[in-house]
């Protein structure tokens, strides 16, 4: 499966063509095919202002964007990398809080594709050394890079000294290439989660991790020991109850936080999360004061979001529709605790590499009418994948327009590239 990307810039365009011809890594493990691609740029990695390096499951994204709002609340500049882009791939690299221009991406990855073409890297490890490259070139005052797949061997997985590193949610995600038979590894599934995540503790660099189930914190504990990373764990060195507030507590005191605008009580934990790695670093300075800031000021595209008017929800008026990029159990469980005991119709449409009773279980009882979709230009699951739990319609467009008009909110959700067209066609474009 690749990561699909399309640019209306023929210069950008012409890259991605390029990285679109790259093959996935299959088979291939390890970090020597980024380390060489990068000493061939100059090692731009070895240059970055202080790192915030986050992995996990879910919630990875969240806390990156909590990161970089309440840096930029205490006056920061802050480059920032997530993964996957929803509608361009210039949002996966972010400059000074604004996102790559067209002229600068499709020089950067010229840059990297003419000079690696002996190397055969892959798109994630082109994509991470041109984040690196811009990032390098740019003055900043922090970097937040949110990991891509697993940790150990994520391609963004080559910075010596982070200035902090975390964990938010771990789960079952990405069997094909995290679940691999290896020697010497973890072979208890969600454990070997817990080894792949925490791959990325660096000797040094606090660690802070969200709890987990306690075969999980002692191998990450065990990795941690071997890196030389302090560890901080969520129950144990700080804590957080999410409420009416956030009611935050480590060794250096307690913060009364706002909850995020973004809705569902995960977030509260996300946000947590991103205040807890401030806390246990010593590179940037930020007041109690930004962080509350950055809390309420911070948005994160598809996840639980009302979409607004547009040329999308209009074909379904009078009625809330709702966004959720999620695609996991832990994903379908956090979408079924927001709309607990409301009834709604889903819409859905996920990766052939998913399994749609994830998202579909946790709502059952509470479904008016279930739509599955197809994922245009993406190997996504047909009709029969559904086992006739719900209708088919050729696309989002047409799911909506053959709603009942009951006024019952809608939910589309399954898979954020998805959630990428949805937000194209309703023009709401992330900047």
């Not at 000079?115 to 890297?121: S, V």
Request: net charge negative; charged share 20%.
């Amino acid at each position: 499966m690749k990561d699909f990307a399309a640019s209306e810039n023929p210069a950008v365009q012409a890259q991605l063509d390029r990285l679109a011809a790259l093959s996935l890594p299959q088979g291939r493990l390890g970090l020597e095919v980024i380390r060489d691609l990068l000493a061939l740029l100059g090692d731009p990695q070895k240059r970055l202002p202080p790192v915030f390096h986050v992995a996990g499951t879910n919630g990875k994204g969240s806390t990156c964007a909590y990161l970089r709002s309440i840096l930029e609340a205490q006056g920061l500049t802050v480059h920032s990398a997530i993964k996957p882009h929803l509608v361009r791939y210039n949002e996966r690299i972010r400059i000074a809080g604004q996102l790559v221009s067209d002229e600068e991406l499709a020089s950067l990855l010229k840059e990297v594709l003419d000079i690696g073409e002996g190397l055969g890297p892959s798109f994630f490890e082109v994509t991470t050394a041109a984040t690196f490259l811009a990032f390098a070139r740019h003055p900043a005052d922090a970097c937040v890079i949110e990991v891509g797949l697993g940790g150990r061997f994520d391609a963004t997985n080559v910075m010596e000294q982070p200035a902090a590193c975390g964990i938010a949610t771990l789960g079952i995600d990405h069997e094909a290439f995290l679940l691999v038979p290896e020697e010497g590894v973890p072979t208890e599934p969600m454990v070997r989660i817990a080894f792949e995540k925490s791959g990325i503790a660096r000797a040094g660099s606090p660690l802070v991790t969200q709890s987990y189930a306690e075969p999980l914190e002692a191998e990450i504990a065990r990795i941690a020991d071997l890196a030389g990373a302090p560890l901080f764990r969520r129950g144990h060195e700080w804590s957080a109850e999410v409420g009416d507030t956030i009611e935050y507590r480590d060794n250096r005191g307690t913060l009364t936080l706002p909850l995020p605008q973004l809705p569902g009580k995960h977030q509260g934990d996300n946000a947590a999360l991103a205040v807890a790695m401030i806390r246990h670093q010593d590179k940037v300075e930020v007041s109690a004061e930004a962080m509350a800031e950055g809390i309420r000021s911070a948005r994160w595209p598809a996840r639980l979001q009302l979409l607004a008017q547009g040329p999308l929800t209009a074909l379904t008026p009078n009625r809330e529709v709702w966004l959720d990029g999620g695609h996991n159990a832990d994903a379908g469980l956090a979408i079924g605790r927001h709309f607990a005991g409301q009834r709604l119709h889903l819409v859905i449409g996920m990766l052939a590499n998913r399994y749609p009773q994830t998202i579909i279980d946790p709502l059952e009882g509470q479904l008016a009418s279930v739509t599955a979709v197809p994922i245009d230009g993406s190997d996504s699951h047909g009709e029969a994948a559904y086992g006739g739990r719900a209708d088919w319609a050729p696309d989002v467009a047409t799911a909506l327009q053959n709603l009942p008009d009951d006024g019952l909110p809608v939910l589309i959700a399954g898979s954020l590239y998805l959630a990428g067209k949805v937000l194209a066609a309703n023009d709401e474009i992330p900047d």
